[in-house]
């Protein structure tokens, strides 16, 4: 499989890089929905790569996921892959839709009477280009409408919409723990996180490469070297920990995946901007599109600390007898 | 440019590892010998996997059949996997184990000689190695030669009847105690190649002509020594590989010593008290502290035993060592301060053996300094990291 995944990688790699210029990318941020780009992925079926029940399914859409994040693709890719795999056993056929999820973490005073919906969530990833959402409400599967729609974007220019229900009626499918959409979107970010990292550390490489100061490229500086390998452990660190929870995708592997992503995220977009001074902060120049986003994602779906949390309780409840299983298995 | 960043990716990436049903139960059967020999032994579990020299726990190990597994069988191995080996070295070291009496021969000095060694020198020592009965020190740094091994001055000179060895190496561990020393010596003048004209030799530290004095470290334990050589003469036979390589072996050597699950779980003990104490109290912090902790750690491992795969597979993973040689080291660093963070307990010296938190503590704090610069230091890990992302 490694080797396939190889191949896989290759080939999604190649579209996306094809496709993200970053003229697309900022007009996504001003609002354009890039729908040419949309209609390549949906041929492509990246969007329903994780659909089915086929085992290495995830492992292609994490595949998928990761080059996403790595060329900042502006569009609700993961959302609507892990929106597809929730859904698969309902009987709406939602092939043609975009659809995305909700973070159970922000409802806010949601109210569920036999199928009518009322109340808020905010942070809908892509939820004003989305015609459904997918929601848990009282350990239910919940697809509902996108209908009145507050715009917001989170620190990337990427939709991040408040929706909100009056006595709407909406669809409820068997039973589904919020934990499993938390946890999906998890682990979705955390590949889009290792992707990003990548970039950052190549276009870090690069500029320190072409730049001179001094006389000299700037990756002749001992201080520039010690910040390039302190970017490629903290991207080895949460790549291995993805590498965990791809293989064993547990509460517990995604928590820590996640945790060493968005640590690593805050990390790498610090230095990644320190090695490019001025123009790593203009607009023009695209580091920006990495590094915000790195900077939102490390907080979408639960940022470290709350992570280091759930990972805690869970080693703390098992006892420290049980640990060192949890570690090797 | 691309050429060089498509290198450095593959060389920064971490295969997945599946173990084997056998690896499996490997396990198993090893923590049924790890409580039986504490029942025999009444050994004390200790994190730092450097200041525990048991040689019948070695012996008891070796009897077994617990090292060198990897090994050709007709120099006392199993022709097992890498990947059994790393069960066996992290089981024992989440024990807490005694395991510094063979730890180095097994881990670098064995698989040294079986790549380079000839084969008096392979029949003769890997065997022992294998029963747990030969251990050796490592002869890198000298007074004037730490980071930059490559300026050594102990000079080896062939006078057609022996090898005459002349020059002092420092902090070489137990070399009061073990058997052999793995030299690196100059056997040419240096040249504008600086990495050429050295050699590795195979010394008796029992019976050849040399003075071991120690070097207390700043716990005023006895585990470095001075090792000084004047015009010590050696049998002709015990050059390790090729006159001249001494560079190349010695860094396919390194690779070894640093990959390794020793690189982050001397604190492992530490961890476990702390989810003990955090199970008797409803506290948040607490329980963040030990979910930091452990996703870090989870990470680690899984890097490591990546590594191992790759030891497997023949390949050379020096750079990806170095990334878990460092990270490895932040690591325990950062166990001691995230715990100090949620706790409140004065490290406490207290008798050697002693279990206590305050003790445990106490001693990893004081072994920390030493963590950085065993296997090499932070500095010239980051040096071998920025060469394998092409910068330097």
Known sequence: ?329 | MIGKILTMSSMLSFPPVRLTEDSLNLRAELREFISESRKILDWKPRSNFMSTFSSEFSKMLGSNGYLGITWPSQYGGQDRSALDRFVITEELLAAGAPVAAHWVAERQSGPLLIRYGNEKQKQVILPKIASGECYFSIGMSEPNSGSDLASIRTRAENTGQSWKITGTKVWTSNAHKNHWMILLARTSPPSEKRHEGMSQFLIDLKNDKMQINPIPNMLGQHEFNEVVMEEMEIPLDRLIGQEGNGWQQVTAELAFERSGPERFLSSYNVLLELIKVSGNQQNTEMRKAVGKIVSRLMALRTMSISIAGMLERGENPDIAAAVVKDSGNDFEQQVIEITREVLAIEPICKSKNSQEYESLMADLILQLPSFSFRGGTPEIMRSIIARGLGVR
């Open chain 1, 1 to 329: 499989m490694t080797e396939e995944l190889d191949l896989i990688r290759n080939s999604v790699s190649r579209l996306f890089k094809e496709n993200a210029e970053k003229k697309i990318l900022d007009q996504a941020e001003q609002g354009k929905f890039p729908k040419n780009l949309w209609k390549t992925i949906k041929n492509a079926g990246y969007h329903e790569a994780w659909y089915g029940t086929g085992t290495d399914n995830l492992k292609i859409a994490l595949v998928i996921a990761q080059e996403s994040g790595r060329y900042s693709i502006p569009l609700p890719i993961v959302e609507t892959m892990i929106a597809r795999k929730l859904t698969h056993e309902c009987e709406i056929d939602l092939a043609e839709d975009i659809v995305t999820i909700s973070n159970p973490q922000s409802y806010d005073n949601l109210d569920l009477r036999n199928n009518i919906l009322s109340g808020n969530v905010k942070g809908v990833p892509f939820g004003r280009f989305a015609s459904k959402v997918v929601l848990s409400i009282n350990e239910k599967l919940i697809i509902a409408p996108v209908t009145n729609t507050h715009m917001a974007t989170n620190m990337a220019g990427e939709a991040r919409d408040e929706l909100s229900w009056n006595d709407c009626e909406i669809f409820v499918g068997d039973t589904l723990h919020p934990n499993e959409i938390l946890l999906y979107g998890a682990l979705m970010r955390t590949a889009q996180i290792c992707g990003s990292l990548q970039h950052a550390l190549e276009m870090s490489i690069n500029y320190s490469t072409e730049r001179e100061q001094f006389g000299r490229p700037l990756h002749k500086f001992q201080s520039i070297q010690n910040y390039l390998a302190k970017i490629a452990s903290s991207k080895a660190i949460a790549d291995s920990a993805l590498l965990r929870a791809t293989e064993n995708p547990s509460e517990s592997n995604i928590a820590a995946a996640k945790a060493c992503a968005s640590e690593a995220a805050g990390e790498v977009a610090a230095l990644s901007h320190r090695i490019h001074g001025a123009i790593g902060f203009t607009y023009e120049y695209s580091l920006h599109h990495i590094t915000r986003r790195l900077l939102s994602w490390r907080e979408e779906f639960g940022a470290e600390t709350w992570w280091h949390k759930n990972l805690g309780e869970i080693v703390v409840d098992r006892g420290p007898d049980k640990l060192w299983d949890l570690i090797v298995s």
